[in-house]
């Protein structure tokens, strides 16, 4: 009970909510498109177990992440893998045609967002260790009032995509511009292209055209091949 009548745990579970708020774009994009092959029943499915486990891990993370950022060439494994998933995403199709797919199915939808959201929260998690200030049930109770809020987001993705297919190919290529940024922003590159530089955008945006580039061409030559 003194923890829930201390002003500083609610003034940092505001500050973890908001920084959840913020920061649930992206991941509500990825999760959007690894559900959308799925069929409405799955969808839910993925999205809410997909979600929860991500957050959870999120936690995980957020422990660790001080040391984690330290390791050099982890940031740049994880840009590559999420360049991949961008690719592999788009690859899935943005079309009529992609509607009814399974795209390997639920578990391989939820692994997806897993790793995904496991890679874009390596700089975002920060952020929230910084909020929660060593409080671990300020920590868990912060990220969980998360779920919701992603879930609403990526539902909402969902319906956007269904409306209008081109959302697909910029979902595709804002998973290429934080994949960029996630490699540049190693400890081992940082040097060379400093954060808000010319050339750290300048990657950015390269890894964006270049998901989409790659993702379409493999999608055209899918098409040909059937």
Not at 76 to 96: A, S, T
Request: no cysteine.
């Amino acid at each position: 009970m003194e923890l829930l009548s201390s002003p500083q745990f609610w003034l940092g579970l505001g500050q973890i909510i908001w920084i959840n708020i913020i920061l649930s774009g992206d991941n509500a994009v990825v999760i959007a498109l690894a559900a959308r092959g799925l069929g409405p029943r799955q969808q839910k499915q993925a999205i809410f177990w997909g979600t929860a486990a991500a957050v959870v891990l999120r936690v995980v993370l957020t422990v660790v992440a001080v040391k984690l950022m330290q390791l050099p060439w982890l940031q740049v494994v994880g840009g590559l893998l999420l360049l991949w998933i961008g690719v592999q995403l788009l690859n899935g199709g943005d079309d009529e045609q992609s509607e009814g797919k399974t795209d390997g199915g639920l578990l391989a939808a939820i692994r997806t967002i897993l790793v995904a959201d496991l890679v874009m929260s390596l700089d975002n998690v920060i952020g929230v260790a910084a909020a929660a200030n060593g409080n671990v049930p300020l920590l868990i109770a912060g990220l969980a009032i998360a779920i919701p809020i992603v879930i609403f987001g990526s539902t909402l993705m969902l319906k956007i995509m269904g409306r209008f297919p081109v959302i697909v190919t910029l979902g595709a290529a804002l998973i290429g511009w934080v994949g960029a940024e996630t490699l540049v922003s190693d400890k081992v590159i940082e040097p060379w292209v400093p954060h808000n530089s010319l050339g750290f955008y300048a990657a950015a945006a390269l890894g964006a055209l270049l998901v989409v580039v790659t993702g379409k061409y493999l999608q055209n030559r899918n098409n040909k091949a059937t």
